[in-house]
């Protein structure tokens, strides 16, 4: 019975990965500018929660939100972000936090954020086709960083974002811009 949950959790994470893989890459960024208003879009976030006699899945979708940045100036190495994340995308959940890595493949976009002044606190935030992740407490090393979602392990490094699943590795996309700091 936990064989079948299990497998069930692992096709439907799988399912996922692979709809991230099939998704055409934003062409258009906007350009992030000193003072600057932007409109958020809707994110939506998958949770698969497997229990010992039961799997649940339930999405949520935030609604647009309207979010205005002062002093925070663009990335010289990534297109459309700032200190904060992404102005269209995945962003820093408050103005204390602060972005230390951002980077953008052809499919996603993903930005790690230190939580306020605390040193060696941070959080993850991944999105592709609209759909959202925020894992808590990635680790570093130099400018590679690692997320753990469950059995899924999110890596980032200059070259590319490589995301795996159980020791399989689902997708390995090329890191189209990315910085930290």
Excluded: H
């Excluded at 497997?50 to 925070?72: G, Q, R």
């Excluded at 954020?113 to 992740?133: H, I, M, P």
């Excluded at 130099?142 to 070259?159: I, Q, W």
Aim: aromatic share 4%; charged share 15%.
């Amino acid at each position: 019975m936990i064989g079948a949950i299990v497998a069930g959790v692992l096709v439907l994470a799988l399912a996922i990965l692979l709809g991230f893989l099939l998704i055409p890459a934003d062409e258009s960024t906007p350009k992030a500018e000193d003072s600057s208003t932007t409109t958020s879009q809707p994110v939506s976030t998958l949770t698969v929660t497997a229990e010992p006699s039961t799997v649940t899945a339930t999405t949520t979708t935030s609604t647009p939100t309207t979010t205005t940045s002062t002093s925070v100036g663009p990335l010289p190495d990534v297109p459309g972000a700032d200190q904060q994340g992404f102005v269209s995308g995945p962003r820093c959940n408050t103005t204390e936090d602060q972005a230390i890595m951002v980077g953008q493949t052809g499919v996603s976009k993903i930005v790690v954020c230190q939580v306020g002044n605390q040193s060696g606190r941070y959080y993850y935030k991944g999105e592709a086709n609209g759909l959202g992740v925020e894992i808590p407490n990635p680790t570093r090393s130099g400018n590679r960083f690692v997320a753990l979602n469950r059995d899924t392990v999110y890596e980032m490094t200059p070259s590319s974002l490589t995301i795996t699943t159980n020791g399989v590795v689902v997708s390995r996309e090329p890191m189209l811009a990315y910085w930290t700091d």
